[in-house]
């Protein structure tokens, strides 16, 4: 997966993020699994693309860069 297919992803996660957010679910609440989901998805997103910026900007392959874990992820300090 390049730059261009992670930041593509990450458009079509957005867009779903707003229409769940937006949409209404069964009895008008959002179906907040789903949400959660598709949050979690775009931390990963997020940090695979700066792991391959990073390893880009050091003169490292940033193909080598992968996926972290959401237990991962999710862990970060903001």
Known sequence: ??????????QALVEEEHSLRDGTGEGGVPDQARLRHVEESL????DLLRQRRAKKDS???PN???ARPVSEVEGYRQ
């Open 1 to 10: 997966m390049n730059d261009e297919d992670i930041l593509t992803r990450i």
């Open 64 to 66: 080598d860069a992968e």
């Open 43 to 46: 931390d990963q997103c997020w």
């Open 59 to 61: 003169g490292e392959n």
